[in-house]
């Protein structure tokens, strides 16, 4: 997988490659990266990039900037990225052109996955009060948002979105790690404990001492519906409409929702 990201300021995702597990799948080659500088395609002696918009902001004197087309397409242009009506991808491979901006659609993990089957994957960090809609029309496969709030760096958010593909990438992380994880099947992760037994009077959950396996099975798929019940029932919902829920965990389910359930924190 080939990650290109399109930015005004490389350092900040570049601290990111060059950490900790992703590091290590650059080395192992099972990652590449390339960070390209948006500004060295502006084309002005002030390398400028950004504009005011047409329209002006309403309600405001002094409006927002824009980032110019040109030197985002010059950007493109230079990591083989045409515009879609000219793609093909026999000879680019599976590409997708990502737009990071508070009004995409939602990026989830299901989202996740799906690019982490692509060759590569073409990010623009997008800065000011974004980029001119032409880009989006010619080049952009998915707008996508992180959450309903607004950064000021679209760095951050495509930094967000590269950690959580690289990591479903085959060989970057073993796959049991990834099979009991919050969103893995629609559910939270369950409360986790390590040494020592007691911490400030707060003693390990007594299941988990017992070695039987059934029984901690039980207790963590219990904690995992008290848990998203509390924080997030939506997810319930969505579970309960794909049918995606266990027999057992419907079960538990409908008792937890007829107050059978045990006070959360134990
Ligand atoms: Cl993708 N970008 C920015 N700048 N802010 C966001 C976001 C993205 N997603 C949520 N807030």
Redesign the pocket.
Known sequence: MKFHVLTLFPEIPRAFFENSIMAKAVDRGLIQYNLVNIRDFAYDTHRTCDDKPYGGVLGKRVPGMLMLPEPLSFALDSVGVKPKTERDETTTGKRRVI????S?KP?TQDLARQYAEQDELVFIC??YEGIDQRIIDLYVDDE???????????E???T??IDAVYRLIDGVISSESLEDESHSDGLLEYPQYTRPEIFRDLSVPEVLLSGHHEKIRKWRLRKRIEKTLLFRPDLIEKARDSAVLSEEAELLLKELENGNGSDPQN
């Open positions: 737009y990071c901006t508070p995409g990026f997008g800065r996508v948002s992180i959450g309903d709030y607004v950064l000021s760096s679209g951050v958010a495509v967000v979105v």
